[in-house]
Structure formats: C-alpha cells, structure tokens
C-alpha cells in the first residue's frame, strides 16, 4: 500500500531526473473559468508524460540485482515510454509488449528508447501468455502501468509539486483535477495532497461513455466501461478501476467529471493558444473540465493536471481549425 | 548602459513576477543536431514571450510618480502585450499605438490586457507624432522595445537563468543561440552570460534575407535589411541592429546564423512533437540553427532560446502538415 513516506522516498530518488514540470496560467482561462486556473504542465515531463516518474520510481524501488534482469511492460502508449526511458538510464534490459497494429511513431519512440518491442497479434495471440514466458525466460520483472505501490509512489510526486506550488500560489483551498485512466496518477496525487495540502480536493476527470471511475465513485464500487474503444482519449481508457488505486481514490477523492470530446478538443486548442503547450486528448480532459464544468467546482482556484502531450498532429491540426 | 548590476537589480525586481521557465530537451533532437540540445523555453512566459520581462522591468525602475502616470509603447505584437501586462499589473494607464491593419486577435489581446490600443492609418498617420501628442497631453513614459537600458536589462534575466540551468545541466562551454531582432534579448543574455558563464558564447540567428545582425557583426558597422516585410518571422524583423544594442553584441556575440523558412516551419514541427511546446515562427529561428547549422557550432551541447509562442494557427496547422 502507498503511504506518504513511499511517495517521499520516490520524490528522493527521482530528484534531478525527473522535471519539476511548471504551473502555468493565463488571464484568458481564468476568465473562461470564472476562477483562477492553473495547469501542471506534466506534458513537458521526460517522453512527454508523468509516466516516466512511475517507470523510474518502480526501477529505482527494485533490488539492484532483480532491476539488473530487466524488466518487461505491456503498453502502446505513455507507459511504455516511460518505463522505456527509465531502464535505458539505468542501462537495464526492457521489452515492451505491444499490439503490431499500434501506432508506427510509438513503435518507433519507444525503440528509440532502447527498448525490444515485441509485437503481438490482438486477434490471435494471448498478451499475456506471451509476457510470462518472455519473464519466466530472461527473469525480467513486469512494471504494471498503475496496479503497483511503486508507480503510484511515483506518479505520487506530481502531487508533492502541487501542494508546493499551490503554496507559492496562495491557493489554500479549491480542487485539483486529473485525467484519470486506471486511477495510478490520481491516486497517488490524493495519497500527497491529503498530507501536504489537505484544503485541495481531487476529482477524477474522463471522457464522456468511459467514466468508469466517476461511477465507481458514486457507486460506492468498481463499475466497469461498456466498452473500450472509440475514443479520442486513448491514453486515458481502461476497462475499470485499478483493486489498489480505488480503495484510494473511493477515500479521499470528490465527484468525478466526465468531458466531451469537443471540450476536449476545445481545451487543447486553448492550451496551445493561451498557454503555448501541446496537451494530448487523454490529457486535456482536466483542463476541459476546468474551464466547462464552472458549476460542479467550489472555490477561487481551480488546479488541472495536462498528464501527457503525445498528440497525433492530424488530430491537434483538426482542434486548430475548429476553434480557433 | 546595461551593466551586469543592472540585470540582477532587474532580477530582483521581476523574482516571482516572470516565470523561471524550463530548460527543456529530448534525445531525438540531440540526434537531429549531433550534440546535445537544450531550448530554453521563453514560450510559456507570461504573454507568451519573454517581452514581459523587459516591460516589468521598464516599468518597475520608473520613478513611482513618472509610472503612476501611465506609459506608452509602439507595437502590433509581443512588446505591446509585455507592456501591457506589466502596466497592468502595477495599476498604471497604457497606451499601445498600433496600425489599424494589426490582426484582430493581437489587438483584442493587447485590450485584454487592460491597455488603451491606439490605431493608425499605416499610409496615411505618422505614428510617431501620434504617440508623442498622447505623452506629452497625459505624461506618459516610452517605452522602447529594445534601445532602453531598463529593457535590456529585464531581457538580460534571461541570461541569469541560463547561466544557472547551464551549470545544473553540466555544460561549461558551448552556444547559446537567440532569436535576434533589435537585439534586446540578444544583448542582454550576453552581458549576463559574460559575466556568470563565460565559456558560453551567444549567438544571434534571424531569417534569410532578413540577417541584418549577422550582416553587421561580419561588417563591424549597423547594415541594413534590404526589405521589412514578407518574412513568416515577423516578430524579430527590425530595420537594424540597436545604436545601443550594437556595441554590445559586437563586444560579445560569435557569428550570427541565417535560417530559411522551411528550416523554421520544421523547428517549429519539431517543437510539437519532442518538446510539447508551442514556438512561433520568429521564436524558432534559433532551434532551427541549432538543428540544422551544426557545422558551424562547437562543442558538445547548444542552448537555443525559443522566445516566443504566440503562433498563428494557420501557420503552426502548415508546419504540421508539412514536415510530421
């Protein structure tokens, strides 16, 4: 289970290699927002993500003789660069087990890294069938994308930067907004704010027909999407809750919110407008909130999360020229 | 004259007004560039360029009487908004004069920021009498976009924090590379680094055809651009190098370098997908150098400064399209 002093401990090692990424704003979206806005531009993090705090968190919390085996991941996406990076800096064996029909560029990134990607058939072949023998064979340790203490230790440290910066800030109270997939980055920002920050709330954010976790929340327990596909918000989708990260986010978070995909789009043409960032679809689902969803927040200040910036430039083209 | 006192006085004045913004950078781009690759990333200053800190700077060494008067400042772009916001933020009048062409969006921008725009007939006013009828009727001060030792010296801040990022990052020698129009930014970053990280040398980049800086430093002696208009790179296009700019750069700058468009728009491309951050075309010209001139650079790492964001969407859609 993560506590404060896994979170600080992650925040000690991953000092100098993680970036202490910027709290930006701009007088345009606290007008929008009818509340000041800021947004912790985690999208300017090493592999365009908050992933790689986890990667490194989870490598750098391994004994040095298991880290020293390698270490293995399924993921198409930020968490495969994430962990990618963080093995290649510690000069540690990495695969990476995606999909052959995944995106050429993140194929390619993350090779770039200096990963093995090993590609499999989604119709045919069993994921994690593949995965098992790969670790069984070469004894690699499997870094799981948010259902691990350690990732969400890591993830965890944006949370310490927060509550840092809202001081700075003079924000003593209001919500912090997530962009929230499995639940690995929004818990582990609750598990630091309820120490270092205890007037910030954090609601999860999600798109519209997969807010799994605004259900589970108000369920009281897991709820699960109908589906899993079709949508814009590809990094951010999974099929429910994570067992360690609810029981989390079920304690210490508020409501969830759930976003359209033209707030979506409309909150990253903003983010490139107003604040001169690139936010991925997944990762502007809190900043859409944060400017549309005006009447489910309390207080003067408002905190989004833009989790990644990994955007497909024919989708940030099409944000472009809708609204602006 | 700018002195190295009068850049850390400005610091002072400007600490937790301006933002300290990032030194960013990415493995893919030091491949491009054959060494190290480090953008400082002046983008996500207030207002989206780093005008802002030579305005509060201006603005903050003003005796409190002659400020409370109000000031006044010719610019159909990011000098207007720097000075505007700073006015803003000291609750003093401000008067921006720009041609009635100006785009709407710079204008409507410059009006958010609580500043009186002023238009002019381009063919048929003569701005100057305009602004000097405004100052001399209400007392307002000038504030000059680059010949003025106060704004030197807040664009000087720049180079402080470079110095820092520097010595953190581990480079003791190598360029640093700034997009040069009058040479306020150029000249400032160089009296800052000439004295706190000497074995950096600064270098000022500027479109084709538009190289007067490079042409003057080659010549010893202020050249002229040919033509003033018809550049992408509108932001940095000045007629000349400053009278007191000049000297300084001349002192203290390597050889400038000339980028084409095309090596711009890539840059700018190049910024969106490996950096996540959003750099306008003037802004580029340096990143575009350090990728695509490393020929005539030395040493294992190079600083570009990005110093500025404010990008037209058409223009950053074309990038796009073209080279990702």
């Known amino acids: ?112 890294y200096g990963a093995e990607v090993v590609l499999y058939d989604r119709a045919r072949d069993d994921r994690d069938a593949i995965g098992a023998a790969l670790s069984a064979e070469r004894g690699l340790t499997l870094i799981k994308p948010f259902d691990e203490p350690l990732v ?65 929340l108000e369920a009281g327990e897991i709820r699960r999407n109908a589906r899993l596909s079709g949508s814009l918000c590809d990094a951010i989708i999974t099929p429910q809750p994570g067992d360690i990260t609810f029981p989390i986010l079920k304690r210490l978070c508020g409501p969830g919110f759930a976003v359209s995909e033209d707030e979506v789009m409309q909150a990253m043409a903003l983010a490139f407008t107003r604040l001169k960032v690139v936010i991925e679809p997944g990762g502007a689902v809190a900043l859409a909130a944060a400017l549309f969803r005006r009447e489910g927040l309390s207080g003067d200040a408002v905190i989004a999360i833009a989790s990644g910036g990994n955007a497909d430039s024919a989708i940030f083209r099409a944000a472009l020229e809708r609204f602006l």
């Open 1 to 112: 289970m993560t506590s404060l002093a896994m979170i600080e401990a992650a925040a000690q090692r991953i000092d100098g290699r993680a970036r202490r990424t910027p709290l930006l704003s701009s007088p345009f979206l606290d007008e929008i927002a009818g509340r000041r806005v800021f947004v912790k531009a985690e999208c300017l993090q090493h592999t365009g993500s908050f992933k790689f705090r986890g990667g490194w968190s989870a490598l750098s919390g391994l004994d040095q003789a298991v880290r020293q085996r390698g270490v293995i991941a399924f993921s198409s996406g930020n968490h495969a660069q994430g962990v990618a990076l963080a093995a290649k800096l510690f000069g540690v064996p990495c695969v990476i087990v995606m999909p052959s029909d995944a995106p050429k560029l993140k194929i390619d990134n993350t090779r770039a």
């Open 152 to 216: 969400i230790a890591g993830q965890g440290t944006v949370g310490l930067e927060i509550a840092e910066q809202a001081a700075e800030e003079g924000i003593a109270s209001g919500s912090v907004l997530v962009p929230c997939g499995g639940g690995g980055l929004t818990s582990g920002v609750a598990l630091a704010l309820e120490a270092k920050a205890p007037g910030l709330v954090v609601q999860p954010c999600e798109p519209e027909e997969f807010d799994d976790t605004a259900r589970s």
